[in-house]
């Protein structure tokens, strides 16, 4: 009767370590954020605030603690939003938004029907008639820019820089783009901007001569948005911080969302299966604190308000690693700020030899790509992981779960963990 009591604890034990980082629970923290009831988890249609209460609400769940009584850290922030019908036809042809065409994020509603102006290579490698063109002024026109052919990288330099300043007045600035990308804008334009998909541009093979526009924008100024954060007490209140972002585009309109899987479902998802991992450790030799921040893909502007709003002490932070686009890893993973850290990023190496996890880890220098940037800038010894290889969807409608691969993710999972047990 003894033994069996005792196997049972046994399998309780590790049932709990084996299902906290089950990759069952990542794949549905990732399938879960990144549907459409979460608008993308921007700032239209509440999506920002639904996904960072269902993060508390797994916190909760994990029986992790919250800081100061609060799951939530509230900010505000401005920010250009798109949340109704968006409706493009050229020459006729309706187009599919978020397909054959995305949207500067800063644009200014527009509609009506327009002609098109087109500046291509013919003119732009003609000295004359590029100087003949810049002479003139477009406002009742939208103006379609094509550097693809262009000789003079000095001056395709300047053509690019057009589509921001717009000082042809132009009612609208058309760029043919290789990939569509959208992002968010804390700023409102005078002036809208479409990037086509250059595929399309080059398969409807007929000169552009008008177009016919219908969408609205909503700039929000002071917009209340949040970070997430949770804690684990150890022995020590020294602490080890694992970091990501959970907000992601939102909508480009009522028809198009951003799921964004990987761009940082993948890392959400990563923090929280950490988080239920070491709520189930009886004793931590460190405190570790869970941090989940909002507005990174309007200027990492989250984690800045962390850093100057701090919910505990920064000078406590012992190391602080944070988790954007770790979905795949077939090609290994890239550690920011490994080239300046160098004691941690060699842990990292030894971990990974010893338990043969990732085929490279990657070291650069100083980048403030992702929200671990404000923090090291304060003093706090941070890196930024993110994986490399695999599907490389981003900013668009097709960074979705079901192509997400999780490739390494049990292996990143383990150098994470390792690498914390070893840490002095």
Do not use: W
């Amino acid at each position: 009767m003894k033994l069996l009591y005792i196997l049972v604890i046994i399998y309780v034990l590790l049932f709990k370590i084996i299902n906290a980082q089950d990759i069952s629970y990542a794949r549905k923290i990732i399938d879960e954020l990144s549907s459409e009831k979460f608008h993308g988890r921007g700032y239209t249609f509440n999506g920002d605030k639904k996904a960072a209460k269902y993060i508390a609400n797994q916190l909760k769940e994990n029986h992790i603690n919250p800081i100061k009584g609060n799951y939530f850290q509230p900010f505000k922030i401005n920010v250009n939003t798109f949340s109704s019908a968006i409706k493009l036809q050229i020459n006729g042809v309706e187009l599919i938004p978020g397909v054959d065409f995305i949207l500067s994020s800063s644009s200014k509603e527009c509609k009506g029907s327009y002609s098109v102006i087109i500046l291509d290579s013919t003119i732009i490698n003609n000295d004359i008639k590029y100087e003949k063109f810049l002479e003139k002024k477009y406002s009742d026109s939208f103006l379609l820019i094509d550097t693809s052919g262009v000789i003079n990288s000095e001056r395709k330099s300047n053509i690019l820089n057009l589509e921001k300043t717009n000082i042809f007045a132009a009612k609208g600035i058309i760029v043919i783009a290789n990939k569509l990308i959208f992002s968010v804008s804390t700023t409102e334009s005078d002036f809208c901007t479409l990037y086509l998909k250059k595929a399309l541009y080059r398969k409807l093979n007929f000169p552009i001569k008008n177009l016919e526009i219908n969408f609205k924008n909503k700039f929000i100024e002071n917009h209340e948005t949040q970070n997430v954060a949770g804690i684990i007490n150890g022995i020590s209140d020294s602490l080890i911080v694992f970091t990501s972002h959970y907000d992601h585009l939102g909508t480009m309109g009522n028809n198009v969302f951003f799921p964004g899987a990987n761009d940082n479902c993948s890392g959400v998802s990563l923090n929280l299966s950490l988080a239920k991992h070491y709520a189930n450790i009886d004793t931590l030799k460190y405190s570790i604190a869970f941090l989940f921040f909002g507005a990174e893909e309007a200027g990492i502007l989250g984690s800045k308000y962390f850093t100057e709003h701090p919910l505990f002490q920064l000078s406590k932070i012992k190391f602080l690693i944070n988790l954007d686009l770790v979905g795949t890893g077939d090609d290994g993973i890239c550690i920011v700020n490994g080239s300046v850290l160098k004691n941690e990023f060699s842990l990292f190496n030894k971990i990974n030899a010893e338990k043969n996890l990732f085929p490279l880890i990657k070291s650069r220098g100083e980048a403030a790509n992702s929200d671990h940037y404000f923090f090291y800038k304060s003093g706090v010894k941070s890196i930024f992981i993110y994986t490399l290889g695999g599907i490389g969807e981003y900013h668009n409608p097709f960074d979705i779960s079901k192509t997400l691969p999780l490739t390494r993710y049990k292996e990143l999972f383990t150098l994470l963990t390792e690498f914390v047990k070893l840490y002095e």
